[in-house]
């Protein structure tokens, strides 16, 4: 029977059951049935309100729009950049060739496209950093779910991995250079060097978040260690893992710079990393920033075309965001 805190007294005087307690045969027999069909409409409006709060609303939006929208707002934040940027120059607060400007800067950016000389470096650079990041994921994801899954692995070389992890990418260089000599293998030692540990530690935080029934039912269900993680914990783990490839790319690309940075030889052909040397040795600070502002731009493109879009469409098969992502 309810409580005296959990009745409700009607207009007629009779007490009933409130919304959230059942009612029993022998109550609902009490009742007249206009109220009972009041109440059977209050609980099934109250489960329908939950029901709501608990489905995630999507809009469907094109996905032009979905890139506009993303590339709008960095390239209003680079107008505002250029403007301060004019401005400093304009008060000749240091001198022409520490601060250049702008349309300097933007005069040899014309140059590279217009020779063609910045689709090579481009190039050179892209494609190096893809097979690195694509190898570092081949390597990291078995290191991962073995850090993740066996406990003796995790103590032994887990803080290792997140040592290296902290470790600045440029360090490697020398080292790769003495291994490999200057061959295309130091870039991507180096590349590997500084992408597995993110990646593997990225992975290793979302098999942490896993709920532990998911592992246990995958096991009665007769699953093998391979199928267990395939099945089971990749999927699981899925926005853990992506955030460890986005800063494992991120890694990755900051390595590639350093290692071309340091080992320029013509033997690498020409990356973006060995043009930055060359406009250093050329005392040409527009030159500097030219590159510099393709670097950077590499690196927005990339998380705003591929990452940004994944982690949105992962999120949202989880219901973990709405339409606000």
Same mark, same amino acid.
């Given at each position: 029977?309810?409580?005296?805190?959990? =009745?409700?007294?009607?207009?007629?005087?009779?007490?009933?059951?409130?919304?959230?307690?059942?009612?029993?045969?022998?109550?609902?027999?009490?009742?007249?049935?206009?109220?009972?069909?009041?109440?059977?409409?209050?609980?099934?409006?109250?489960? !329908?309100?939950?029901? @709501?709060?608990?489905?995630?609303?999507?809009?469907?939006?094109?996905?032009?729009?979905?890139?506009?929208?993303?590339?709008?707002?960095?390239?209003?934040?680079? !107008?505002?950049?250029?403007?301060?940027? =004019?401005?400093?120059?304009?008060? @000749?607060?240091?001198?022409?060739?520490?601060?250049?400007?702008?349309?300097?800067?933007?005069?040899?950016?014309?140059?590279? /496209?217009?020779?063609?000389?910045? /689709?090579?470096?481009?190039?050179?650079?892209?494609?190096?950093? &893809? $097979?690195?990041?694509?190898?570092?994921?081949?390597?990291?994801?078995?290191?991962?779910?073995?850090?993740?899954?066996?406990?003796?692995?995790?103590?032994?070389?887990?803080?290792?991995?997140?040592?290296?992890?902290?470790?600045?990418?440029?360090?490697?260089?020398?080292?790769?250079? &003495?291994?490999?000599?200057?061959?295309?293998?130091?870039?991507?030692?180096?590349? &590997?060097?500084?992408?597995?540990?993110?990646?593997?530690?990225?992975?290793?935080?979302?098999?942490?978040?896993?709920?532990?029934?998911?592992?246990?039912?995958?096991?009665?269900?007769?699953?093998?260690?391979?199928?267990?993680?395939?099945?089971?914990?990749?999927? !699981?783990?899925?926005?853990?893992?992506?955030?460890?490839?986005?800063?494992?790319?991120?890694?990755?690309?900051?390595?590639?710079?350093?290692?071309?940075?340091?080992?320029?030889?013509? =033997?690498?052909?020409?990356?973006?990393?060995?043009?930055?040397?060359?406009?250093?040795?050329?005392?040409?600070?527009?030159?500097? $920033?030219?590159?510099?502002? &393709?670097?950077?731009?590499?690196?927005?493109?990339?998380?705003?075309?591929?990452?940004?879009?994944?982690?949105?469409?992962?999120?949202?098969?989880?219901?973990?965001?709405?339409?606000?992502?």
């Amino acid at each position: 029977m309810p409580t005296r805190e959990d =009745q409700a007294v009607t207009p007629g005087g009779s007490e009933e059951a409130g919304p959230s307690h059942p009612m029993s045969m022998q109550e609902r027999s009490d009742l007249s049935p206009t109220v009972v069909v009041e109440r059977d409409a209050q609980r099934a409006e109250v489960e !329908a309100g939950l029901d @709501a709060l608990d489905t995630p609303v999507y809009e469907y939006t094109p996905w032009w729009k979905s890139l506009v929208s993303s590339l709008v707002p960095p390239v209003i934040a680079v !107008a505002l950049l250029v403007g301060v940027w =004019q401005f400093l120059w304009s008060r @000749a607060i240091w001198p022409e060739y520490q601060l250049p400007h702008p349309a300097d800067v933007g005069s040899y950016m014309v140059e590279l /496209f217009r020779t063609g000389q910045a /689709f090579d470096v481009l190039w050179t650079s892209g494609h190096r950093a &893809l $097979i690195g990041f694509a190898v570092a994921i081949v390597v990291a994801t078995p290191l991962g779910l073995l850090i993740g899954t066996v406990q003796p692995v995790r103590a032994a070389i887990g803080p290792l991995v997140s040592g290296l992890q902290s470790l600045p990418s440029v360090a490697w260089v020398p080292a790769a250079i &003495l291994w490999f000599g200057i061959q295309p293998a130091t870039i991507y030692a180096v590349i &590997l060097l500084g992408a597995v540990p993110s990646i593997a530690n990225g992975l290793v935080a979302g098999l942490d978040q896993i709920p532990t029934i998911l592992p246990r039912v995958g096991r009665a269900l007769g699953a093998s260690r391979v199928e267990l993680a395939r099945h089971v914990l990749l999927p !699981a783990a899925l926005p853990g893992f992506l955030a460890g490839l986005k800063q494992g790319w991120a890694f990755a690309w900051r390595s590639l710079m350093a290692a071309e940075l340091i080992a320029a030889s013509p =033997q690498l052909g020409l990356g973006l990393g060995a043009l930055l040397d060359q406009a250093r040795a050329l005392n040409s600070m527009a030159r500097v $920033i030219t590159v510099i502002f &393709l670097i950077l731009a590499v690196g927005v493109l990339v998380d705003l075309i591929v990452f940004r879009p994944l982690e949105r469409r992962v999120l949202r098969a989880r219901g973990l965001t709405g339409t606000s992502a």
